[in-house]
């Protein structure tokens, strides 16, 4: 499996993560490592990634965190990324989906 990794200091939000949503089942897996202080959101698109991404929504138990943390994706997604909502530390959110080799 392809560990995929972005990282953000600073408030903005990462570049997105593109999923492949012809795999199934789609299970991705991921985790964020705060360095410094930081409060951090992972978010996610249905949007197509060919047009852009403009609609994220937070995932529903890893938004608004100060610590590291894990979770996961059950259902299918376009996009992942990573959104660092304050601080001055860096976020850094590694993921892998299921399949991908």
């Known amino acids: 499996m392809k560990v995929q990794t972005v990282s953000k200091t600073g408030t903005g939000s990462s ?19 705060v360095t410094g202080t930081v409060d951090y959101t992972v ?27 894990d979770g996961n994706y059950a259902f299918p997604v376009t996009g992942i990324r990573l959104t660092v909502n304050s601080g001055g530390g860096t976020a850094t959110l590694k993921l892998i989906q299921t399949g991908i080799a």
């Open 43 to 69: 978010q996610h698109t249905f949007d197509d990634p060919s047009v852009g991404f403009t609609t994220w929504f937070p995932h529903p138990t890893i938004a608004s965190q100060a610590a590291n943390a």
């Open 15 to 33: 570049s997105a993560l593109v999923m492949n949503t012809n795999v199934s089942p789609f299970n991705v897996v991921f985790g964020v490592v």
